[in-house]
């Protein structure tokens, strides 16, 4: 039979582009839903075949652990409720695939780590770009075609709609936890690590003064700078008020690599440039087939515990982010002071 995810929190993204990316996995379906709204909840369990007795509230949700068509928990919720939601499912005997950031805080990443090894389940991030072809093709020209990497930019950002209830908690700190960079920036943290299979040895960041009240809780614009012990410097941004962006360079002794968009849902790019000639980039677009990310990324979950093999996003991989983004905000508010980070290069070849 097919692996079976309890999906908790019908916000957006789940309802958007998990629940319909089951159709095009091959090991996994949705077999239990979890909602705040048992009316959105009946509805989206008719849309996609699941019967009452697998729609749970927040409330009832650790009866799931008597649910053996449950094998994982997806928790699709706001950041600070990403530990509580993963330390339950452990509870009732699931795995989990919690989305990112992982947690709010290093010590809930922690709890949450212990908590899978005590159950004996896998703790995987939703960090989807990992199952993107063209992040694969951009890591494997990081790898061999750009001579030694020396400096990374990564630009993340997006509108905010404060109507929206999607960026109504964004906005508020008890919930998300910090702002474009915990929401939007953390791509260009993870991407920098993944692309250059080091992690950075100090960061440093500032946080500009909102420019409207909405923000005065959290992050609206911040700029880093991450250091390498290999000499690499990686710069970056994130802002919850620009037009869209999702752009990532790497710029190497003898060629460079540009993703934009990098981490879109749908059409990234990737393209590869060693002319020396700054306007012109010599090799054209890639052409990669595309892939489901989403598809690819539930159907991971269920390779990896029917097989044993190893995730591809562990709950250490995402609390390595966590770990960053709370020493930038460290520096941004204690005057952009640099900020040790060099904790020991963990990093294994992904
Ligand atoms: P959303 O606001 O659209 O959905 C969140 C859901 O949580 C809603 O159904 C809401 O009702 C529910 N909820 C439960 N308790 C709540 C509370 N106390 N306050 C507010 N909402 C509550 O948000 P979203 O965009 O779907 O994001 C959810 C999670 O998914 C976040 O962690 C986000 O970072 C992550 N996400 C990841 C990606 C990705 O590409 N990997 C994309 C979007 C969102």
């Known amino acids: 039979r097919k692996f079976g995810y309890a999906i908790v929190g019908l916000g957006k993204y789940a309802v958007n582009q998990i629940l319909p990316a089951f159709a095009e996995c091959e090991y996994a379906k949705v077999t ?18 699941i019967e009452e007795s697998h ?27 990403h530990a509580d939601f993963t330390e339950r499912s452990f509870r009732a005997g699931k795995h989990v695939l919690c989305e990112k950031p992982m947690a709010v805080t290093v010590e809930e990443c922690q709890r949450m780590i212990a908590a899978g090894k005590k159950a004996g389940k896998k703790l995987m991030i939703g960090y989807r770009c990992h199952f993107d072809p063209v992040t694969h093709k951009a890591i494997e020209l990081a790898r061999t075609s750009i001579g030694k990497p020396q400096i990374i930019s990564t630009d993340n950002g997006d509108n905010t709609d404060p109507t929206d209830p999607t960026y109504q908690w964004r ?18 943290v993870n991407g920098s690590r993944y692309m250059l299979n080091e992690d950075p040895i100090e960061v ?43 752009r990532f360079n790497l710029q190497g002794t003898e060629a460079s690599l540009r993703m934009d968009p990098a981490t879109s849902y749908w059409c990234n790019s990737v393209s590869h440039c060693t002319s020396g000639d700054t306007h012109t980039w010599s090799t054209p677009m890639f052409t990669i087939p595309a892939l ?59």
């Open 292 to 350: 489901n990310q989403f598809s690819a990324q539930l159907d991971h979950l269920a390779i990896s515990v029917a097989n044993n093999t190893p995730l591809a996003a562990t709950g250490e991989e995402g609390m390595q982010d966590v770990r960053l983004i709370r020493a930038m905000y460290q520096s941004a508010n204690s005057g952009s002071r640099p900020v040790s980070t060099d904790w020991g290069d963990w990093r294994k070849t992904i």
């Open 55 to 81: 729609l749970y509230t927040y409330d009832n949700f650790d009866k799931i652990a008597q649910d053996p068509e449950v094998d994982a928990v997806y928790i699709i919720l706001p950041n600070s409720l």
């Open 171 to 188: 906005l508020t700190r008890a919930l998300s936890g910090g702002g474009a960079l915990m929401d939007l920036g953390i791509y260009g």
């Open 204 to 246: 440093q960041a500032t946080i500009m003064p909102p420019s409207d009240p909405m923000f005065r809780e959290i992050d609206e614009t911040i700029v880093w700078i991450m250091r390498y012990r290999s000499g690499a410097v990686a710069h970056g941004s994130a802002s919850f008020n620009v037009n869209a962006m999702s």
């Open 32 to 49: 239990a839903l979890v909602s705040g709204d048992m009316s959105k909840a009946r509805r989206l369990g008719k849309h996609y075949g």
